[in-house]
């Protein structure tokens, strides 16, 4: 209760801090209708205007959207202007663009150094942490056996949504951008796949960005430290829970460097490729969206029916959290609240305790289907077919590596970085998804939060403790 009010008096304070004078806003739509009406005049030859004109007119409307952000005070809000800026330089003044690349990949290095890290102390923290076989018995397969599976259907879906879709497919590649971007990739036999998987260094996995030869030795330490004595087992987890708080601290900070990076990132991409490109980015959106909704309305909701869940008291319970997760893209933010709903909603503080935390390291669908359609969304953004046994071992690969990343908004970006090199595909074409990342984040964030609120009262009805309500918390 305390944890969820000081949430909400948190998020009220800040929107109270943030408030636009209406007059700026109003004249933002004035001078967007003219410049936009002045266009479309323009491109169909019923008004003949000097080019100036229609490029002093973009930048007045460009001026008062950045006044309109520093009043706003947001890393959200800049994120997204930075975006509709960056796209203005790179198509009125494409011979700097093209030379702003360094910035976007001084911000993507700068991401690899989490990679390691993070995976490592987030992945032992939800093995040792949460799999002790003594301590929480029937619930820790039964828990990690559903969120197994429905993260697999997640990740089907978001594959089957691009190849359907073909988001990336259509993209003109400079070959100036394909010969230094992107690796040749050798076939490798069954066997080699298999054996890659395993770890023979963890420093040599960790130099050469090996995500999963890194998620694998994490899995069998997290084990091994769960087995340890007290006296060994306390200090250890105290060390991966630090270690993980920490590089979510250095994620953030990073973080705030991320308006320069989208703005650099997408400048480049449209003064290569011209503007046509966010034609491409704006269909892997809406793919995500309808993916998203294909989960939850194909998955979830027959879930719910099945085990005669009340749906409408169960969306009325989760209505706060759920928003509270796609205004801040982090999922950790509305954890407070969204386990007080679900002990509102009948399921036992125990059973809440347990499967929430497990849940925000092992249940992940909206990342996991974000990352599966993310990542063939570069390989036919790249140009690069992949095999369909090529597509299901990638699949694999995500299904260990999104583990643990939903504390922190876009912390999945770390996992796409790490899995495009893992597979050789080019790391470019997420300069370009880097500019509408935050877009994608609240979707995918919030269906994460939904399907943990779900999995409560799931596994609170298999082990036959679930008290059905007759009111629910406004």
Partial sequence: MDNSTQTEEKLNGEIKKTIVPKTLIYTLFGSLFVVALLTVLQAYKIADLPA????????????????????????????????????????????IAVGMNLISKIFLRLIKTIIAPLLFATIVCGIAGHSNLKQVGRMSWKSLVYFEVVTIIALFIGLLAINVAKAGVGVTIPAAINQANTPEVVPQTTAEI??????????????????????IFSI??????????QKYYGPMIRFTESLAEAMFKFTQIIMYFAPFAVFAAIAYSVGHMGIDILVN??????????ALFAFLLLVLFPIALLLRIPVKKFMKAIAEPVTLAFATTSSESALPMAMERMEEFGVPRKIVAFVMPTGYSFNLAGTTLYLSLATIFVAQI???????DKQLFIMFTLMLTSKGVAGVPRASLVILLGTAASFGLPTWPIYIILGIDE?????????NVIGNCLATVVIAIWEKEYIRPTSVKA
Wanted: aromatic fraction near 8%; proline fraction near 2%; hydrophobic fraction near 60%.
């Fill in 220 to 229: 069998l330490f997290g084990i091994a430290v769960a087995m340890m004595k």
């Fill in 382 to 388: 790249s140009g690069i077919e992949l095999s369909i």
């Fill in 439 to 447: 877009l994608m984040d609240m979707a995918r964030t919030a269906v």
């Fill in 281 to 290: 980015l704006f269909k892997l959106l809406a793919t995500l969206y309808v």
């Fill in 194 to 215: 298999i054996l890659h998987i395993f770890p023979e260094n963890i420093a040599k996995s960790i130099y050469e960005g090996q995500v999963l030869q890194i998620v």
């Fill in 52 to 95: 100036t004109v229609l490029l002093v007119g973009r930048w007045i409307v460009l001026a008062q959207i950045i006044l309109y952000a520093i009043l706003k005070k947001s890393l959200t809000t800049w994120i997204l202007i930075s975006m509709i800026v960056g796209a203005e330089f790179g198509h009125d003044l494409p011979e």
